[in-house]
Structure formats: structure tokens, C-alpha cells
Nanobody, 130 residues
Framework: QVQLAESGGGLVQAGGSLRLSCAAS????????MGWFRQAPGKEREFVAA????????YYADSVKGRFTISRDNAKNTVLLEMSSLKPEDTAVYYC???????????????????????WGQGTQVTVSS
């Protein structure tokens, strides 16, 4: 059974940067879609970014486009989320999620939905102070 472990969260001032890491164990995830979601207090979990397996197509929420970058480190079986120009509204618990090997268009267009993913990490807190 695959396990996902996020790390790299913390407290940062507005305008700062953080790099989140999601390490997978129990399965090689290089061919699987991977995603990042976040959930702020009192709000629903929302999509942040995703990357497909083969081909490495990336998707971003409009709110983070141009500021966040999702990437893979296949040698470490890890997915990264580089966050820059952070804003107080980025404050949330960030979750890593494991999707599927499916690279079809029909699947890719669902990657902004939690139901596209089968396994989730425990989350890491990101707090951006103003």
C-alpha cells in the first residue's frame, strides 16, 4: 500500500517562498498523476496543482498560476511544490495526492477534482503572515 508523506511546510512572511515535498513509499509513482490540494479553516479542500505521469503535463489553479511550480524527482520518488510570492490567502494545510496511470484526456480534465485521486497524505501546514 502506498504512503505519502508531505514535508516543508512552515511559517513564512508574505512575499516569501517555501518548497513542499511529497515522498511516496510502497509504490513507484513516476507514472502516476500526482496532485496538491489545500484546505483552509472553514473552507473546502481546493485544487492547487497537478502533474500527469508520463509526459509531465502540469495544471494549476488560477490563484497560484505563475507563483507555484509542481515538479517530480523520480529518483527520489517524490513530487515537489515550489511556492513563491506567497500571500496570506495561501495559508492552509497542503495535501499531496496520488492519482492514476491514466493519461487519457477524459481523466486529465478531472485532475482538479479530489475524486481523481486514490491516496492522500496527512498534510503539512503552511502559514503566511502579512
Amino acid at each position: 500500500q502506498v504512503q505519502l508523506a508531505e514535508s516543508g511546510g512552515g511559517l513564512v512572511q508574505a512575499g516569501g517562498s517555501l518548497r513542499l515535498s511529497c515522498a511516496a513509499s510502497g509504490r513507484t509513482v513516476s507514472m502516476y498523476a500526482m496532485g496538491w490540494f489545500r484546505q483552509a479553516p472553514g473552507k473546502e479542500r481546493e485544487f492547487v496543482a497537478a502533474v500527469t505521469g508520463s509526459g509531465g503535463i502540469t495544471y494549476y489553479a488560477d490563484s497560484v498560476k505563475g507563483r507555484f511550480t509542481i515538479s517530480r524527482d523520480n529518483a527520489k520518488n517524490t513530487v515537489l511544490l515550489e511556492m513563491s510570492s506567497l500571500k496570506p490567502e495561501d495559508t492552509a494545510v497542503y495535501y499531496c495526492a496520488l492519482g492514476r496511470k491514466d493519461t487519457s484526456f477524459a481523466y486529465r480534465i478531472t485532475l482538479y477534482l479530489p475524486r481523481a485521486y486514490d491516496d492522500w497524505g496527512q498534510g503539512t501546514q503552511v502559514t503566511v503572515s502579512s
